[in-house]
């Protein structure tokens, strides 16, 4: 679920982009705007091809990857200007906005070349990237650890007079700034600071070590399967290489093959991990936290790791007879298909949930995919965002150089009267070496600047869709409709994040917030209301019938308890690993204990599943955050919008409560702002379990 989307996690100091062309004018009308879903369907709308290259995102160095090198100097030179002046200017609201223009400095190049790093078809401008960033996070270390600059910092947060003045955004964002410093020891006495630097360094090659390892496949000798299923694995010589689960492979022998040999623990990653569990609490206690979970929940919504079990408990305990049911009709139906064998194993889960899935309805996506054009599904997005918000969505001419290729499509959003906010860059098709990962990538953070300008946010949207053949424009299975709209729900939240600061733009808040405003969209995009305006199939104009989406709609609920309660296991299993040291027994036996109470389907000894957990080490004590926000979200659906998607004084609220603070207010006060209420883990459960009802009524009546 959280492999999904992928978010900047947070760095110690974040990034954006400044010296922007075309950034910055309002109300600014454009003759070379046109309508968005015209721009989707139609083939190839190229770039200027004439006049000078204007570099990638109009950044003028970025014409060549010789200019990577070129920005970067600029932005060190501009970094150690501005920490002078940090250095020298009394406390007060200043010092913030230095700092925040210092982290713009940085951000602006390195946000971008993280980005380019990843998705740039030349492996030229790929490399420069990488360069950059390894640069770049080299001076946010040395940043992090210059005294002289945290102490204008710490003097500001100690003048209680000067702090009681500053107005709470303000006050938060030097705040999360002081927490970035921590970290990294800065407070503590000399051979305290040396060893947390130390730590620090061991953490983030243990990481890589431990991700590296998290997908190497593992060998075995061939003669030990059985002959008539080895050729579903890759055979080298005398041996067979397993490099996943294949979950989703109809013979359970496989599935059980796959499982016991792909899990089946290695040594060397089972030390990486023991040691990255050990430093991280090492150097969370070193600085001054409880547990590594403590110090990782600082600032978000759950707080405390307290908590995050107490959600996770009530969870577990509401699901416990649904998900008992839900492993009921797995086994029955194993039983039919393979009555020799018919105990249900953790192997068997994903599998016949979908054939359960497929049984019960029909929701074979060639049926939905031609009402899903591209096209029509960014009109269907573009009518929400008007009706909902005043904003709508334009398809804008590139310029030469601006782009990474071709068939990216750059879109203006725009208010009805507050004009442009901000631009999204569309990367939605299939390439080869593009990673196959929806995502959005933040590239410029909105911040006001100095002159009284606000930096245009600037993100690009990446989405791996097929492009259109000679007889179809390109078209989207449902999953893929969903994905866009939950991408298109980051993308919002970056645009309409209209903070002072560019460290708290859009996206960069909690992690268990984060995911708020995109989950809130696949609610939008399961509602017939929202999905009748758009979804029309690209032939004959006919529009998708009520029935099936309310199928599609019901089919998601089979064995979805089961599916939440293998989340909740996952994450208490997270929690666990970040909580208290030394762990009262190996990881092993902890992953067996926890999978035993808060899932339900056997262990199976000599495997060692959470070495492949590799969410562990992005989301570190914060693997319950999906769990959280998709809460949020279904409270917020439920009490603000299934009464009508297109109340335009919700959307208004929804604006001004959640999306327009970015990461610049606590966000359970953003959460209050919205429901009008302060809600407890009871009604977070509430929400969570009562999405899982079946809606039978609804379906019988609409499929007559
Ligand atoms: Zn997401």
Redo the contacts with the bound molecule.
């Keep these: 679920m959280l492999s999904?989307?992928r978010?900047a996690l947070p760095a110690a100091l974040r990034l954006a982009v400044r010296g922007w062309a075309g950034g910055g004018g309002r109300r600014r009308v454009s003759t070379s705007w046109s309508p968005v879903g015209a721009a989707f369907d139609a083939k190839q709308q190229r770039s200027r091809l004439t006049g000078q290259s204007t570099g990638l995102f109009g950044v003028p160095e970025l014409s060549s990857p010789e200019g990577f090198q070129e920005a970067q100097e600029k932005a060190l030179q501009e970094t150690e200007q501005l920490v002078q002046k940090a250095c020298t200017t009394p406390p007060g609201p200043q010092i913030v906005m230095i700092f925040d223009q210092l982290s713009d400095a940085l951000c602006r190049v390195a946000d971008l070349a993280d980005f380019v790093k990843i998705a740039h078809p030349d492996f030229a401008f790929r490399e420069a990237a990488e360069e950059t960033c390894r640069n770049i996070g080299t001076m946010v270390e040395k940043l992090n650890t210059n005294i002289e600059l945290c102490q204008s910092l710490k003097q500001l947060l100690a003048d209680k007079e000067v702090m009681d003045s500053l107005d709470p955004e303000t006050r938060q964002v030097a705040e999360l700034f002081m927490f970035d410093f921590e970290i990294s020891g800065i407070h503590l006495d000399e051979e305290k600071r040396k060893r947390a630097v130390d730590l620090n360094v061991k953490i983030l090659d243990l990481c890589n070590q431990f991700l590296i390892g998290a997908h190497l496949p593992n060998k075995i000798d061939k003669q030990i399967l059985p002959e008539h299923i080895r050729y579903n694995f890759a055979v080298e010589g005398n041996y067979i290489q397993i490099t996943g689960l294949h979950a989703d492979c109809s013979d359970d022998l496989v599935r059980e093959a796959a499982y016991k040999i792909f899990l089946y623990p290695n040594a060397e990653q089972l030390r990486c991990l023991e040691e990255l569990l050990t430093s991280r609490n090492h150097l969370a206690q070193l600085v001054g936290y409880n547990t590594f979970a403590h110090r990782a929940l600082q600032g978000t919504m759950a707080r405390t790791p307290e908590k995050v079990m107490q959600f996770l408990e009530t969870l577990s305990d509401r699901l416990f007879q649904r998900t008992l049911k839900d492993f009921e009709m797995m086994e029955g139906m194993k039983m039919k298909l393979n009555p020799q064998n018919s105990k249900l194993m953790p192997w068997d889960h994903p599998y016949y949930s979908g054939v359960l899935r497929a049984e019960r309805y029909n929701i074979e996506p060639s049926l939905y995919c031609p009402f899903f054009s591209l096209g029509a599904c960014m009109e269907g997005l573009n009518f929400l965002f008007n009706q909902l918000l005043g904003i709508s969505l334009y398809a804008e001419q590139t310029e030469k150089g601006e782009l990474w290729c071709e068939d990216v499509r750059k879109l203006a959003v725009v208010h009805e009267n507050e004009g442009l906010l901000g631009y999204i860059y569309c990367d939605f098709y299939q390439r080869a070496d593009k990673p196959h990962q929806d995502c959005?990538f933040t590239i410029r953070g909105g911040r006001l600047r100095k002159d009284g300008e606000y930096q245009l946010p600037v993100v690009v949207l990446m989405l791996s869709l097929p492009h259109s053949t000679k007889n179809s424009p390109t078209l989207l299975t449902p999953g893929m409709m969903e994905n866009l709209f939950?991408e298109m729900g980051?993308a919002m939240h970056s645009m309409l994040g209209r903070t002072r600061y560019q460290h708290v733009t859009g996206t960069r808040c909690p992690t268990d917030f984060a995911?708020v405003p995109?989950i809130l969209m696949e609610y939008f995009a399961s509602d017939y209301r929202v999905v009748n305006q758009f979804a029309r199939h690209f032939q004959t104009g006919q529009s998708l019938p009520k029935s099936m989406v309310s199928r599609l709609c019901e089919s998601k609920k089979i064995c979805a308890a089961a599916d939440m309660q293998l989340q909740v296991f996952y994450a208490v299993l997270d929690q666990l690993y970040h909580g208290e040291h030394p762990l009262k027994r190996s990881t092993t036996e902890i992953l067996k204990e926890t999978q035993e109470k808060f899932y339900g389907l056997p262990y199976v000894p000599k495997t060692a599943w959470q070495l492949r957990f590799s969410h562990l080490v992005g989301y570190g004590a914060k693997y319950y955050s999906y769990l959280m926000s998709r809460a949020i979200a279904s409270m917020v659906w439920k009490q603000c919008f299934v009464q009508n998607p297109f109340d335009r004084a919700m959307g208004e609220r929804y604006r001004r409560e959640m999306l327009a603070h970015g990461g610049g207010k606590e966000p359970m006060l953003m959460v209050q702002g919205m429901l009008q209420k302060s809600p407890s883990v009871e009604d977070f459960v509430d929400a969570l379990v009562s999405d899982l009802d079946q809606d039978f009524e609804t379906f019988f009546m609409d499929s007559e």
Excluded: A, I, M, V
Aim: with cysteine; charged share 25%.
């Design positions: 999904g989307c978010r959005h939950h980051h995911e995109s």
